[in-house]
C-alpha cells in the first residue's frame, strides 16, 4: 500500500494537497484537502484504468460547482425544513441558503473547509477540521475524517465528531458515480429498501414513509434509465429521494463492474445530474448518480427519522463503505 502526496492548487492562499492511496490492485484512491473531497476512484480492469466517480483536475472547478462534487457535506448533511430546529426545548435560527430552507449546513458548511491532513498508517487519510457556530448551528465542532483503502478494494469514510455544546452531525460525501462511461441510464441499480420518504415541493420530507413502488422501486436490479422513464408521467426528470436502508444499502453495477455500498446509519439519498455539462444538464441529460449515506434527511424535526443529535462533549462516529469488484 503506498501514499503519495501532490500539491492539488490553492485557494483563498491555502495550499489544497492531494493524496493518493493505490492498494496492490493498482486500485486507487484520490482525496482533498478541500472539503476532504473523494476526487477520484480508479481501478485497473485489463490492464486499463478506469475511474468510477466523477471529477474535476483543478481547484477552481470544485470551489464553484454547486454540485458539491465529491465534497464532505455537512456538518448536516441534506435539508433542514424552516432553517430551525431544536434541542431540549432550545430553538435554534440558521441562516437559510435554499429558500426558507438550509441544504448541507448553508454557505458555510464543511463542504467550504480547508482541512489540515496526514498520513495515517499506509492505507488511510486523516481530515481534520474545527468549526465554530458557522451559519447559526451551535457549539464549537471538531471533526474528523478519515478515508482508508483496503487491498479488498473496499473505500471507507469514518466520520468523528466531538463538541462542547449540544448539535447536529450528520455528514456524507456528495460523490457521484459513473461506472459506464457516462451512460448512467445503462447502469443498473438496486436499494435494499422497501420505503422511501415522501417530498414536498421544496424536498423537504413531509412525514410520511411511503411503500416503493413503479419509478422508485429499486428492490431488484433496474437500469437507471428505465427509472427515469417512468418518473416521466409524474413530470419529473430526475431522482432526488431518500431510501431508508440499513447495512448494505444498493449496489450499482453493469456488465463489468459493480459497487456495493455499506452505512451504519438509516438513509440513502439518490441523485441524478450531470455536474460536468451545464448544456447537457439542462435537458436532463444524467451523465452520473450521487449515492449519500447518511440518517434520514431532516431527522431533528421527525421523532422517527433517526438521531443526529451530538451531545456536548459525546464522541460520534460513523462509517460508509464503497466496496469495487469486477464482474468479468
Same mark, same amino acid.
Given at each position: 500500500?503506498?501514499?503519495?502526496?501532490?500539491?492539488?492548487?490553492?485557494?483563498?492562499?491555502?495550499?489544497?494537497?492531494?493524496?493518493?492511496?493505490?492498494?496492490?490492485?493498482?486500485?486507487?484512491?484520490?482525496?482533498?484537502?478541500?472539503?476532504?473531497?473523494?476526487?477520484?476512484?480508479?481501478?485497473?480492469?485489463?490492464?486499463?484504468?478506469?475511474?468510477?466517480?466523477?471529477?474535476?483536475?483543478?481547484?477552481?472547478?470544485?470551489?464553484?460547482?454547486?454540485?458539491?462534487?465529491?465534497?464532505?457535506?455537512?456538518?448536516?448533511?441534506?435539508?433542514?425544513?424552516?432553517?430551525?430546529?431544536?434541542?431540549?426545548?432550545?430553538?435554534?435560527?440558521?441562516?437559510?441558503?435554499?429558500?426558507?430552507?438550509?441544504?448541507?449546513?448553508?454557505?458555510?458548511?464543511?463542504?467550504?473547509?480547508?482541512? *489540515? #491532513?496526514? +498520513?495515517?498508517? %499506509?492505507?488511510?487519510?486523516?481530515?481534520?477540521?474545527?468549526? $465554530?457556530?458557522? =451559519?447559526?448551528?451551535?457549539?464549537?465542532?471538531?471533526?474528523?475524517?478519515?478515508?482508508?483503502?483496503?487491498?479488498?478494494?473496499?473505500?471507507?469514510?469514518?466520520?468523528?465528531?466531538?463538541?462542547?455544546?449540544?448539535?447536529?452531525?450528520?455528514?456524507?460525501?456528495?460523490?457521484?458515480?459513473?461506472?459506464?462511461?457516462?451512460?448512467?441510464?445503462?447502469?443498473?441499480?438496486?436499494?435494499?429498501?422497501?420505503?422511501?420518504?415522501?417530498?414536498?415541493?421544496?424536498?423537504?420530507?413531509?412525514?410520511?414513509?411511503?411503500?416503493?413502488?413503479?419509478?422508485?422501486?429499486?428492490?431488484?436490479?433496474?437500469?437507471?434509465?428505465?427509472?427515469?422513464?417512468?418518473?416521466?408521467?409524474?413530470?419529473?426528470?430526475?431522482?432526488? *429521494? #431518500?431510501? +431508508?436502508?440499513? %447495512?448494505?444499502?444498493?449496489?450499482?453495477?453493469?456488465?463489468? $463492474?459493480?459497487? =456495493?455500498?455499506?452505512?451504519?446509519?438509516?438513509?440513502?439519498?439518490?441523485?441524478?445530474?450531470?455536474?460536468?455539462?451545464?448544456?447537457?444538464?439542462?435537458?436532463?441529460?444524467?451523465?452520473?448518480?450521487?449515492?449519500?449515506?447518511?440518517?434520514?434527511?431532516?431527522?431533528?424535526?421527525?421523532?422517527?427519522?433517526?438521531?443526529?443529535?451530538?451531545?456536548?462533549?459525546?464522541?460520534?462516529?460513523?462509517?460508509?463503505?464503497?466496496?469495487?469488484?469486477?464482474?468479468?
Amino acid at each position: 500500500m503506498v501514499v503519495v502526496k501532490t500539491k492539488f492548487g490553492e485557494t483563498d492562499g491555502q495550499e489544497v494537497s492531494l493524496y493518493k492511496i493505490t492498494n496492490k490492485n493498482q486500485t486507487s484512491i484520490s482525496v482533498l484537502s478541500y472539503a476532504a473531497t473523494w476526487q477520484n476512484f480508479e481501478v485497473v480492469e485489463d490492464g486499463e484504468k478506469h475511474s468510477l466517480i466523477e471529477h474535476f483536475d483543478n481547484v477552481a472547478d470544485y470551489v464553484k460547482t454547486p454540485y458539491e462534487v465529491g465534497k464532505t457535506i455537512g456538518r448536516v448533511a441534506g435539508r433542514i425544513g424552516k432553517a430551525h430546529f431544536s434541542i431540549d426545548d432550545k430553538d435554534y435560527q440558521l441562516t437559510p441558503n435554499d429558500g426558507q430552507n438550509i441544504i448541507h449546513s448553508g454557505n458555510h458548511g464543511l463542504q467550504m473547509q480547508n482541512f *489540515d #491532513a496526514t +498520513v495515517d498508517a %499506509d492505507d488511510s487519510v486523516l481530515f481534520t477540521r474545527t468549526v $465554530r457556530g458557522e =451559519d447559526g448551528f451551535p457549539g464549537v465542532l471538531k471533526v474528523k475524517i478519515r478515508y482508508t483503502l483496503n487491498d479488498e478494494d473496499e473505500v471507507s469514510i469514518t466520520y468523528s465528531a466531538r463538541s462542547n455544546q449540544d448539535t447536529l452531525f450528520n455528514p456524507s460525501c456528495h460523490v457521484y458515480f459513473n461506472i459506464n462511461d457516462g451512460n448512467i441510464r445503462q447502469t443498473q441499480l438496486r436499494i435494499n429498501s422497501k420505503r422511501f420518504l415522501d417530498m414536498n415541493e421544496e424536498k423537504l420530507p413531509t412525514g410520511k414513509l411511503l411503500a416503493v413502488t413503479n419509478a422508485y422501486d429499486f428492490k431488484n436490479f433496474k437500469k437507471i434509465g428505465q427509472g427515469l422513464k417512468q418518473l416521466k408521467p409524474l413530470d419529473k426528470f430526475e431522482f432526488d *429521494d #431518500a431510501y +431508508v436502508v440499513h %447495512d448494505k444499502a444498493a449496489t450499482l453495477k453493469d456488465d463489468k $463492474r459493480a459497487i =456495493d455500498f455499506y452505512t451504519d446509519r438509516n438513509g440513502l439519498v439518490i441523485f441524478t445530474a450531470n455536474p460536468v455539462d451545464a448544456q447537457k444538464a439542462s435537458v436532463h441529460d444524467h451523465n452520473s448518480i450521487a449515492m449519500e449515506l447518511m440518517t434520514l434527511p431532516d431527522a431533528i424535526n421527525h421523532t422517527d427519522f433517526g438521531n443526529t443529535i451530538l451531545n456536548a462533549g459525546q464522541k460520534v462516529s460513523y462509517t460508509n463503505k464503497f466496496k469495487y469488484r469486477k464482474l468479468k
